[in-house]
């Protein structure tokens, strides 16, 4: 464990060295599309390795990752808009997206609005898919994307806190497993409770 953790810690910290804040927008640009890459694996090492080495800074990575995230909804948005609810209800599936999250989604989007943009960066399932149903819909782009950099900025910000926090445990970058445990246990804990008392509650079919 501790050899795996070191190994994909310096593959990650070679990669932000050639790439820097580029590679950070391209993931978290892939991370706001149909691809479950999760930004709790992007922007945390990157604040670790912007304060070991001085190449990037917090404010960049946040700004990065925000218009990273930015530009994989923005596409999301676009393509769902085009295509119509029709087209992708019947095609997602072949594009990881499935009729029941769209479905999901969709509920999310009519109960909460404008603001339903803004809360969904800040939480799981509901970030990488909220751009279809606001494009199936054709909400207005602009409020759209205003609420997406907000809300994505707040995100990205606490996923350096956290990363910094991280990087201040020597046990944990030492690749400890009861450490990296701890760490892993804690995050899906926050995020089971997050995901089950608020979104799930919210995104279930109303009662017929």
Same mark, same amino acid.
């Given at each position: 464990?501790?050899?795996?953790?070191?190994?994909?810690?310096?593959?990650?910290?070679?990669?932000?060295?050639?790439?820097?804040?580029?590679?950070?927008?391209?993931?978290?640009?892939?991370?706001?599309?149909?691809?479950?890459?999760?930004?709790?694996?992007?922007?945390?090492?990157?604040?670790?390795?912007?304060?070991?080495?001085?190449?990037?800074?917090?404010?960049?990575?946040?700004?990065?990752?925000?218009?990273?995230?930015?530009?994989?909804?923005?596409?999301?948005?676009?393509?769902?808009?085009?295509?119509?609810?029709?087209?992708?209800?019947?095609?997602?599936?072949?594009?990881?997206?499935?009729?029941?999250?769209?479905?999901?989604?969709?509920?999310?989007?009519?109960?909460?609005?404008?603001?339903?943009?803004?809360?969904?960066?800040?939480?799981?399932?509901?970030?990488?898919?909220?751009?279809?149903?606001?494009? %199936?819909?054709?909400?207005?782009?602009?409020?759209?994307?205003?609420?997406?950099?907000?809300?994505?900025?707040?995100?990205?910000?606490?996923?350096?806190?956290?990363?910094?926090?991280?990087?201040?445990?020597?046990?944990?970058?030492?690749?400890?497993?009861?450490?990296?445990?701890?760490?892993?246990?804690?995050?899906?804990?926050?995020?089971?409770? %997050?995901?089950?008392?608020?979104?799930?509650?919210?995104?279930?079919?109303?009662?017929?």
């Amino acid at each position: 464990m501790h050899d795996l953790f070191k190994e994909l810690f310096d593959w990650y910290g070679r990669s932000l060295d050639s790439g820097g804040l580029w590679l950070v927008a391209l993931l978290m640009a892939i991370e706001s599309s149909i691809v479950p890459l999760p930004s709790e694996l992007v922007i945390p090492p990157a604040a670790i390795l912007a304060q070991r080495s001085g190449n990037m800074t917090i404010t960049g990575i946040v700004i990065a990752g925000a218009l990273g995230s930015w530009v994989g909804a923005t596409v999301m948005y676009w393509a769902s808009r085009w295509a119509g609810r029709p087209l992708v209800m019947r095609y997602g599936k072949f594009f990881l997206v499935a009729p029941e999250k769209v479905e999901k989604a969709e509920r999310w989007a009519e109960q909460f609005g404008s603001f339903g943009i803004f809360a969904s960066r800040l939480l799981p399932v509901v970030r990488h898919l909220i751009g279809i149903p606001a494009g %199936i819909v054709r909400m207005n782009y602009w409020k759209f994307s205003a609420f997406t950099l907000v809300g994505s900025a707040l995100w990205c910000g606490v996923l350096c806190w956290v990363g910094l926090k991280a990087g201040n445990d020597a046990a944990l970058m030492q690749g400890e497993l009861h450490r990296v445990a701890l760490w892993l246990f804690g995050a899906l804990a926050v995020l089971g409770v %997050i995901y089950w008392s608020f979104v799930h509650r919210h995104m279930k079919p109303a009662a017929k």
